[in-house]
């Protein structure tokens, strides 16, 4: 009988757990920034033009439906068993969320608050940047949550490519039939994705403080 | 002081236009209350004059210069707004509100801090409101925050679409009799929409009665409306043959007693 985990080998292992974990931060980090980078403007452009809005949807939804493992090997012809490779396939699975959320976001806010900023004198470009994107916050933070924890989850794929972060452990487990690693490579994976929803829910708490009082009696 | 000229807007898709060849001059520092049943174009005539919306044929004329000469944006900042659901930024603080068109308009700190103590001090708020987002107040304070705002550059000009519409009727006749008291110092020229003919009789200093598809159908004051109407439409629609307004009119004869009366709830 072999043990189903043995804390010994990780305790042999940390200094590979944190190098992993470091890398697995970095590429999900990367995809994610690169990834609104890539949005955020075009869900602006899609608000205000909305027939360059199915466009896009179709475009970034047929590249959300290619299985992860397919894209990396399509890709790896171009730019071999590298972070571009992996960066490339990450960014690209973030594009659909992020547009959407961007766009849903806009579409959320109330019409009788936009026409009242421009009432007052507020230009296209005020009324952007000071009214619409600042309610439009809570929901583009959903977005980025949904796309970073997601991201964490398809950064172990990478580890096929030879990068992969905590992916890296899972491989290991799977090629050796030693199941310690496995496992901790996907709970690792797991733990990280809680650990950074929720500071990203605290960043969207102190980005939306007129939230925090809708209630007045809560407190 | 505004000059509305044979002003057409026809929306597309519709086959009446929302305001025809529609004629007014609003006096300078008067209220002027378009009034008129749903449909009537009375909101869309005052969107015209801050060109939220751009008439189809015909001029507008403010402060003796054609609107569509003037950049809309330093337009609005010159025209103080309220609307019914006030449009109070949410994600800002009632003084942060107050202070938006200052800010817009480049204003130093310590002037629009000034400009803010005297606003809530003229429209009664408690100062401990200013650091309270809108969704934390009542109907009424947040309609007097809407006026603060509009008022807050000092423009010689106002637009009112249905301010009072979304509060009970208690709070809307202390908002109606304090919006009346405050004309009297400020002198302000003020273009007032309502569905409402008795706030319109109360508000006013001339009302213009509005049909479906814009058309005007009297343009006078309130007394002439209720003793001289026009036209069968604007009997109807004032309610002439029904209740108080009637009984009023009847035993005394003397609508301008009635207005008094109306009035007489401002002081």
């Not at chain 1, 933070?141 to 096929?160: D, E, M, N, P, S």
């Not at chain 2, 609107?67 to 609307?83: E, F, M, T, W």
């Not at chain 2, 005297?118 to 650091?131: K, S």
């Amino acid at each position: 009988m072999t043990e189903l985990f043995r804390w010994q080998w990780v305790f042999d292992h940390l200094e590979e757990i944190r190098a992993q974990g470091l890398e697995h931060l970095q590429l999900t980090l990367l995809a994610v920034v690169i990834g609104l980078a890539i949005s955020f403007p075009l869900g602006v452009y899609a608000h205000r033009h909305r027939a360059f809005y199915a466009p896009v949807t179709v475009v970034t939804g047929v590249l959300y439906t290619i299985p992860s493992l397919a894209l990396f090997a399509l890709l790896t012809p171009f730019f071999g068993l590298s972070f571009v490779t992996a960066e490339i396939g990450l960014v690209s699975y973030t594009l659909l969320i992020l547009i959407r959320n961007v766009v849903a976001g806009l579409d959320g806010v109330p019409a009788e608050v936009k026409e009242a900023a421009r009432a007052m004198g507020h230009s296209d470009r005020q009324v952007l940047w000071r009214v619409e994107l600042p309610l439009a916050v809570p929901v583009i933070v959903a977005g980025i949550r949904i796309a970073t924890v997601t991201t964490i989850g398809l950064v172990t794929v990478t580890a096929l490519i030879g990068q992969g972060g905590f992916g890296y452990f899972i491989l290991l487990g799977l090629r050796r039939f030693f199941s310690t690693p496995t496992i901790l490579g996907a709970v690792l994976s797991v733990l990280l994705a809680v650990i950074v929803d929720r500071l990203l829910l605290l960043v969207q708490s102190s980005l939306v403080p007129w939230e925090r009082r809708r209630e007045p009696s809560a407190a | 002081m505004i000059s509305l000229q044979r002003v057409t807007k026809s929306f597309p898709g519709t086959a009446q236009p929302a305001v025809s060849e529609l004629t007014i001059d609003i006096p300078e520092g008067e209220i002027v209350v378009l009034v008129g049943p749903s449909g009537c174009g009375k909101t869309t005539t005052m969107k015209m004059i801050n060109r939220l919306v751009e008439p189809t044929s015909g001029t507008v004329v403010v402060k003796g210069v054609d609107v569509a000469d003037q950049d809309p944006v330093s337009l609005r900042r010159g025209i103080g707004y309220v609307i019914q659901h006030v449009g109070l930024m949410p994600h800002r603080t009632v003084a942060q509100n107050v202070e938006t068109v200052p800010r817009l308009c480049g204003w130093t700190d310590s002037a629009v801090r000034d400009r803010t103590k005297e606003l809530i001090a003229m429209l009664d708020l408690d100062a401990a409101l200013l650091d309270r987002y809108p969704q934390e107040l009542s109907g009424g304070q947040r309609q007097r925050v809407g006026v603060a705002r509009a008022l807050a550059v000092d423009p010689p000009i106002m637009l009112m679409d249905e301010p009072f519409g979304a509060v009970d009727p208690i709070v809307r006749e202390r908002l109606q009799d304090e919006l009346l008291q405050l004309q009297q110092k400020l002198r302000k020229t003020i273009v007032f929409v309502t569905h409402d003919v008795d706030e319109a009789i109360k508000m006013a200093d001339r009302i213009a009665i509005l049909n479906v598809g814009g058309v005007l159908e009297q343009y006078a004051a309130p007394d002439q409306i209720l003793t001289a109407p026009a036209n069968d439409f604007v009997v109807r629609f004032v309610g002439l043959e029904r209740g108080l307004k009637k009984l009023a009119l009847q035993q005394g004869g003397d609508a301008k007693g009635l207005i008094a009366a109306l009035r007489g709830r401002a002081s």
